[in-house]
């Protein structure tokens, strides 16, 4: 892969295709390597995002025009 950056929802897509590939179980073990490697960069950029997005998030203020903490909660 390159370091090109992806938009969040071209390596969410891309990220998907990866794992159906490696959930058919018929790859050979060098392939399904790059794909798991190529999975993590595609992760990494994705977890980038987030987290500049929730930084940002946490600067949005109020009505009262003070800082207010913004968490995104994680679905379990």
Known sequence: MTKEE????EAMKKLEEIV?????GDVPL?????????GMTLTKQC???LK?????MT???NE???LEQFEI???E
């Open 64 to 66: 009262q025009g003070e």
């Open 59 to 61: 600067q949005i203020m």
């Open 30 to 38: 060098e392939k399904a390597i790059n794909y798991y490697q190529e």
């Open 73 to 75: 909660q994680e679905e």
């Open 20 to 24: 159906e590939k490696l959930e058919e």
């Open 47 to 49: 977890n980038d995002k």
């Open 6 to 9: 992806n938009t969040f929802e």
């Open 52 to 56: 500049n997005v929730q930084d940002k």
